[in-house]
């Protein structure tokens, strides 16, 4: 869900009717919004197509791989920015496929770990490829310049943001 | 719903272990990612601090703000990348709150055209001053060159997706 896309003409429209059209800080958050928006709706529909995967559930995996020795509930639900409920149906899924488990925390008996098993690693670093491909492919016309750019860039914007984690 | 935050060494290592550590383009794609959720999470959070709105309606009013002649069910839900089914339960919401109409369509008696209201107007210009000023913030550590560049390496960016709008 976005506040609006940035779509060219009506979107100057937009900004100069509300805000007296100086507001570049807008114009470049929807702009940003659209791009994550257009590639995260490519990378869904290519996941659901190539693999019938949900991106929820793809993202989840992509966490886990990430973390060899686990995550609790509440790390991924943080990571993935969804409620702890939504986390706890999807892990429940996957472990019935045989694709996570959950074990108990060695220093915290109340808490569960949830790890990838064999075969989520396996259905995982099936898709890994493609969908590294995918990226490469839609950030294709930005060269190894604009590339390093943006990420600096990026990086500035996301080292004023509250709530990131201690990585800025 | 992202792939996965990008959250420094744990991003790195995740990148080196699956992909050979020399794909700048899935960093970007992480850190761009992780960047718009920061930002709708502190908007979602103010919106409903503030305003006690959703970020859902607040984007509905927003679109429809934008598009004073109106918008057809099928265009709203478009730009608002939602399903048809969640754009008419949130319209028949905010039409019972008196916020916005639904008239025919005067081409296509079969068709709805979503207007706001009068008072869906004066509710979405009160809500503007603080979004716009939010943004402002939360962009506040870029200078004004740093976001022309991005804006300009965004515009790059988009014109090479699939699925925009001829806005390109």
Known sequence: MQVSSDDGTNG??????TTGGDQM?????LRML?????IE???????RRQFGITLARFDLLAQLARAPKGLTMGQLSKRLMVSNGNVTGLISRLEGEGLVERQVAPHDKRAQIVRLTERGDQAF?????????WIRQLF???DPDDVLRLMNLLAKLKSNLP??????
């Open 163 to 168: 709530g990131r984690e201690s990585d800025a």
């Open 140 to 142: 294709g016309n930005l």
């Open 41 to 47: 709706t490519e990378v869904r529909q290519q996941l």
């Open 25 to 29: 800080e807008l114009r470049l958050w």
């Open 34 to 38: 659209t791009c994550t928006n257009l």
């Open 12 to 17: 100057a429209d937009f900004e100069t009717a």
């Open 125 to 133: 670093s099936n898709m890994l490829p493609a969908h590294s491909a």
